[in-house]
């Protein structure tokens, strides 16, 4: 591909307009079109702006560097830290609390920090002992049914191209952190993978592999507000107001037509 092409493609991978990309690029809507259309050509500035923006080399963005089946899985980019049970010698289960989840992406690599969030045991027969699981805590209504505050149970994914549409993980990107959404895996597509909340008020975006630092594939979850109201009612209602919303948005282009 061109690197119009690839321009392009990175964008829409970020959900982002024209409009939007020129404004962190401090570049005009004009010159982003010109360079998507492939008549005209950025400066060794705007190169390097843009692959900074879209965590890519300037060669892979000009050139088009073909991605390795390793860079597009995930396996290329490092050795997961764990914590491990001295005595048994086996992974223990590490737990990352909303408090901590902050502090999760820029310590997710370091032995120390992960060792001193909470760890435990998990000997349930629907869980196997080999696989390596980690315990999110989540926050938000954006996954409804799954309130907040409830824990998530989640296996690592090694191999990102497994990832299976309309299936639950925990991801762990470099611009937002730690997030729970369903997946939609387009990485033989474009490389990306849209993310998307159970909750329908909240729009779906695209995630470049590039981006990604960590995926879990979610097992189960805990929830321990037992009193919580039913929350397909709030699905129900967020779906109602939103809908709701559409038809305001549609009669209000109706009559600026009619007018």
Not at 188 to 215: K, M, R
Not at 225 to 246: G, H, T, W, Y
């Amino acid at each position: 591909m061109t690197l119009a092409e690839h321009l392009k493609n990175h964008r829409k991978a970020k959900g982002w307009t024209q409009s939007q990309l020129a404004d962190r690029l401090g570049i005009s809507r004009a010159q982003v079109g010109s360079y998507e259309e492939g008549r005209a050509e950025p400066k060794l500035d705007t190169l390097k702006a843009m692959a900074q923006l879209f965590a890519c080399s300037i060669d892979s963005l000009v050139l088009g560097e073909a991605r390795s089946p390793q860079e597009l899985s995930g396996q290329k980019l490092r050795i997961l830290t764990v914590a491990v049970d001295a005595e048994a010698g086996r992974e223990r289960v590490t737990v990352v609390p909303v408090k901590a989840a902050a502090g999760y992406l820029g310590g997710y690599g370091d032995l120390d920090f992960i060792e001193a969030l909470p760890q435990f045991g998990l000997p349930l027969p629907e869980f196997a002992q080999e696989e390596t699981r980690r315990v999110f805590q989540i926050q938000g209504d954006s996954m409804l049914p799954v309130v907040s505050g409830s824990y998530v149970i989640s296996s690592y994914v090694q191999d990102w191209r497994s990832i299976k549409t309309n299936e639950l993980y925990v991801f762990l990107t470099q611009e937002q952190g730690v997030v729970f959404k369903r997946a939609i895996n387009r990485i033989a597509e474009n490389g990306c993978v849209d993310l998307v909340s159970d909750n329908p008020i909240y729009s779906p975006y695209s995630v470049h592999v590039d981006e990604l630092i960590e995926v879990w594939k979610v097992q189960g979850f805990i929830q321990l507000d037992l009193n919580a109201k039913p929350s397909m009612d709030q699905v129900i209602l967020a779906r109602l107001e939103n809908l709701q919303s559409e038809v305001h948005a549609l009669r209000r282009s109706l009559n600026q037509n009619v007018a």
